[in-house]
């Protein structure tokens, strides 16, 4: 601090009189102090990352991974000095778990269903569109308020149709990253083994580009690189950019496209793994490993900046690791101990891998593990709460949308309170967490992925997402559910004995729970795939996707 107090008194002696000099001085370390107390923050989202593809937890027997394919020593060093969070939920899958840590919304009341972002009901201007609502505030937004600098790269899959939607429209400064639910890590086009299914402009056989920089299509960068290595630079020259001297503190929100499908990795990264003999095994490992690294380089550039130790970092999956193998489709990840995978509302659906760590933290939470219940939405009241600002969208309330759920887990983060502060989760529409006891009624299945009844529950087992029985069990493996299943998390935490017919009291009470809480849902009409997406697609922006709705 001395030394930019030094070069900035040189700068403005002689040039301002005295009395201003002291007046500027004095706002200039009102603002550092007040940013002092605001925390750098880099939230990183990893995409299908497997409960037991880390190598803080691999190696448990029992059909998990072993320690030589989950090669993750960055992540490892990160949690030693960090906080594990053992108890750490999300949805099912993509698009509602990050439009829930966008919003601080549960994604009963922001969006739970895998809409296209092509998806728009032209009746609907506020919420007809796929991802959050117009009039929803995000976190960016709130942060901005607050004085910091907003960036973000990587996979939005969040809305698209309105500018109010993108990244930048939510409050980011800048935006490097794509739209959709996946693309090509090559080409960046899209396809059916990204997501296995196809939008409303493949079917009239356009081939289109989803690729955006701040405020236009990325022309000229896209099939130059792997994917992740472009987004790896343009974080690392968010950092190298960043102007420490201005006092404004950074929100980075690094979006992984790894480790979601389609499976692919530079050559070299796929030889180290040359012993696992299952090719969607071994390239999920390496993918595995491919993010860790990428993940080093952005804490060693941290440190090499100045930044770590006033740096709060948050890791999460957006989801559990998928556990299926269909046709061109390969999950690729591993979940054991934990039960099920990825689309499903077992454990290892919606129970991830996450932690905080971060030259914030004090020493004294470092290298610990936190089993109290937190919610990916509740990272918005958190980081609202270490900015400084109120966590309330008045704009949405104003709109008459759901409010904010979140909650503020800093003091427990930081030992100031040893007090959960989040006892239940509202899952899903058919899961529901009420202290230690979880009930599920059925499944959340998008469309694509079968027609099962809507009381049997898939992914009802434990294997990894390749091999015989991935493709044997995928659609195969259903728990009937339809009156109700109950576990003791705690005491079974892989959920291998339903006891829904030893406590059919508690069963009542939390499915009444469950029942009241539907009827709160947020499911506006969101409309259907748009042609008008993939004409101003090709008209205005050269065969790249982005907004369409003006």
Not at 224 to 236: P, S
Not at 272 to 289: G, H, I, P, Q, W
Not at 442 to 461: D, E, L, R, Y
Request: charged content about 15%; aromatic content about 12%.
């Amino acid at each position: 601090q001395m030394c930019i107090r030094d070069r900035y008194q040189r700068r403005v002696r002689g040039i301002w009189p005295e009395n201003t000099m002291a007046v500027l001085w004095f706002s200039f370390t009102l603002l550092a102090a007040v940013s002092a107390t605001q925390p750098h923050i880099f939230l990183v989202l990893i995409d299908d990352l497997g409960w037991a593809n880390v190598g803080n937890r691999a190696g448990t027997g029992n059909g998990s991974t072993v320690p030589e394919e989950a090669v993750t020593p960055n992540m490892d060093k990160l949690v030693r000095h960090g906080i594990r969070l053992n108890r750490h939920y999300t949805y099912n899958y993509c698009s509602p778990s990050r439009a829930s840590l966008q919003s601080g919304r549960l994604p009963m009341h922001v969006s739970f269903n895998n809409d296209d972002p092509t998806t728009w009901n032209p009746s609907d201007p506020v919420s007809g569109f796929a991802g959050i609502p117009r009039e929803m505030t995000g976190i960016a937004e709130k942060l901005k308020s607050g004085g910091y600098s907003t960036h973000m790269t990587g996979k939005w899959d969040a809305g698209m149709a309105t500018w109010e939607q993108t990244p930048i429209g939510r409050g980011y400064d800048s935006f490097f990253g794509y739209y959709h639910h996946a693309n090509d890590y090559y080409t960046q086009t899209l396809g059916f083994q990204s997501t296995g299914s196809s939008d409303i402009c493949e079917a009239h056989n356009m081939s289109l580009v989803d690729l955006w920089r701040d405020h236009g299509p990325a022309h000229g960068e896209n099939g130059t690189l792997y994917e992740e290595e472009l987004f790896a630079r343009n974080t690392l020259r968010v950092i190298e950019d960043h102007d420490l001297s201005s006092g404004q503190p950074l929100f980075m929100f690094h979006s992984f496209h790894l480790i979601h499908t389609p499976l692919e990795v530079p050559a070299e990264f796929e030889q180290e793994f040359s012993f696992l003999t299952d090719r969607n095994r071994r390239l999920y490992a390496a993918m595995v490993k491919y993010m860790d690294e990428k993940l080093g380089m952005f804490v060693e550039a941290l440190h090499q900046k100045g930044m770590w130790d006033n740096t709060l970092m948050v890791v999460s999956s957006d989801n559990g690791g998928p556990i299926y193998e269909t046709g061109p489709i390969a999950g690729g990840a591993n979940n054991i101990p934990l039960k099920g995978g990825k689309l499903s509302d077992w454990e290892g659906g919606v129970r991830v891998n996450a932690f905080v760590s971060g030259g914030v933290l004090p020493s004294s939470v470092r290298g610990t593990e936190l089993d109290s219940y937190i919610h990916i939405a509740d990272w918005y009241g958190t980081l609202c709460h270490l900015a400084g600002v109120n966590a309330t969208d008045e704009r949405a309330q104003a709109a008459g949308l759901p409010g904010v759920d979140s909650i503020n887990h800093w003091p427990l983060l930081i030992g100031q309170t040893k007090t959960a502060a989040r006892t239940d989760i509202y899952l899903s529409k058919v899961a529901y967490i009420q202290n230690q006891y979880k009930l599920i009624t059925g499944n959340t299945m998008p469309g694509t992925w079968g027609n099962a009844s809507k009381g049997m529950v898939p992914f009802s087992g434990y294997w990894p997402g390749w091999g015989p029985d991935a493709v044997n069990n995928t659609f195969t493996k259903y728990q009937n559910c339809t009156f109700g299943c109950l576990y003791d998390i705690i005491q079974d935490p892989y959920e291998y004995t339903d006891i829904a017919a030893e406590n059919p009291q508690l069963l009542k009470q939390m499915w009444a729970t469950l029942t009241h809480l539907n009827t709160g849902i947020f499911l506006p009409d969101r409309g259907n795939m748009s042609f008008q997406a993939c004409q101003v697609a090709q008209d205005e922006y050269g065969g790249f996707y982005g907004p369409f709705v003006k």
